[in-house]
Structures are given as C-alpha cells and as structure tokens.
T-cell receptor, first 111, second 117 residues
Framework: AQSVSQHNHHVILSEAASLELGCNYS??????LFWYVQYPGQHLQLLLK??????LVKGIKGFEAEFIKSKFSFNLRKPSVQWSDTAEYFC?????????FGSGTRLLVRP | SAVISQKPSRDICQRGTSLTIQCQVD?????MFWYRQQPGQSLTLIAT?????????ESGFVIDKFPISRPNLTFSTLTVSNMSPEDSSIYLC??????????????FGPGTRLLVL
C-alpha cells in the first residue's frame, strides 16, 4: 500500500529562520503530490501541488517544494518563516482518486 | 477553487445516537469525498460519494456505520450511526472537479468536530 512519511512531527523555529519539512512518498506510478496547511482554528488549505514538469514548485505565501524522484521526496521549504506560519503541515500523495496523507508536522514559529 | 460549507460545525452527542453531517458546494463538482481526522492523527478517507449510486467505501469503513448520500453535484451527507466515543473525530468533506483541462487538487471544507460522550 502506498504511504507518505513526514519525519518531523514537531518543529520549533524563530522568526526569519529557514524552514524545510521532509516528506517521502512511496512509489506508485504517476506521482501527484501536495502540501496542505491547517492554521489554528481554520480548515485545511492547499499550499502547492506537483503533477509534472518543473520539479521546483512554488506555492502560496512564499512556500516552495522540490520533487526529487531519485529520493522519493517532496520537501517543503520557506527561506524565512513568520509567526503567522505557525500551523500544521500535511504532505499528501494521490493514489488513484484518493489522497494519502502523511502524519503531519506541527510548526511553531516564535516571535 | 470551490467554496465548501459543512453543517454542523461541531456537535456533542450521546453514544448510541446518530448524526448527519451536510456538505454543500457553491458549484457543481465531479467528485466528493468524506475524510476523518481522529485526534492527533492525520486524515483518512472514509468513502467517495457517488452521485446517483452507492458510495465507494475504503477498507475499514462500512455503509451501515457511515451511510452517505449524494443526490446532486453540489451536496452530500455523511451519517455517523450508532455512535461510540471512538467516533469522536473531525469529519471533513472534500471536492475535486475533474472536468477542467488541467489537473486539479482536492479542496476541503471546514470540518465537523464531533465529540461522543
């Protein structure tokens, strides 16, 4: 069965620090990958998506992710985090019609 | 992206009772899904709501426990039947429209936070 792994369960950073959240997916043919964010008290929102083409994907709010096929990875990055980036981040892979989610990473950004 | 609303936003229920959750989309969409997010855990797909036919359930989920309706392309309901405390979760509706030229993503509703006592 396909699976998605997020190895960092909790991350604490100071404002202006750089962020990289790890995501590894299992091989399953065509690769469609997503990062979602859930801010406190809000619903799940799409940050970015990868279907094909340029492996460096830019999303909203300054986030980007790089698809590295040889490493089965789709890590999320942001060069300088803000307090407002405090949230839970989920990596997901499409498997046929459904999304397989990772366990999530809780990011706390300290002012 | 579509605007998705869910009702109720939260509820507290007694064990043995049932709760029906509604999902309304502001535009017609091809696919509608129901996910569960148990406390401290990630999202798990319960079923795909199919218009005009029975829902497609994932392993571990059955129609008797989670009956689903989808009468049209903008609305679906999920019922959590004969509830127990283990059913305490956030239940989320998501949608995807496959009719566009490009590949799409799933968009999620605000969720229904359910507590079963």
């Amino acid at each position: 069965a396909q699976s998605v792994s997020q190895h960092n369960h909790h991350v604490i950073l100071s404002e202006a620090a750089s962020l990289e959240l790890g995501c590894n997916y299992s091989y399953g043919g065509t690769v469609n990958l997503f990062w979602y964010v859930q801010y406190p008290g809000q619903h799940l929102q799409l940050l970015l998506k990868y279907f094909s083409g340029d492996p460096l994907v830019k999303g909203i709010k300054g986030f980007e992710a790089e698809f590295i096929k040889s490493k089965f990875s789709f890590n999320l990055r942001k060069p300088s985090v803000q307090w407002s980036d405090t949230a839970e981040y989920f990596c997901a892979q499409r498997s046929s019609y459904k999304l397989i989610f990772g366990s999530g990473t809780r990011l706390l950004v300290r002012p | 992206s579509a605007v998705i609303s869910q009702k109720p936003s939260r509820d507290i229920c007694q064990r043995g009772t049932s709760l029906t959750i509604q999902c309304q989309v502001d535009s017609q969409v091809t696919m509608m899904f129901w996910y569960r997010q148990q406390p401290g855990q990630s999202l798990t797909l319960i079923a795909t709501a199919n218009q005009g036919s029975e829902a497609t359930y994932e392993s571990g989920f059955v129609i008797d426990k989670f009956p689903i309706s989808r009468p049209n392309l903008t609305f679906s309901t999920l019922t959590v039947s004969n509830m127990s405390p283990e059913d305490s979760s956030i239940y989320l509706c998501s949608v995807e429209d496959l009719r566009g030229a490009g590949r799409e993503a799933q968009y999620f509703g605000p969720g229904t936070r359910l507590l079963v006592l």
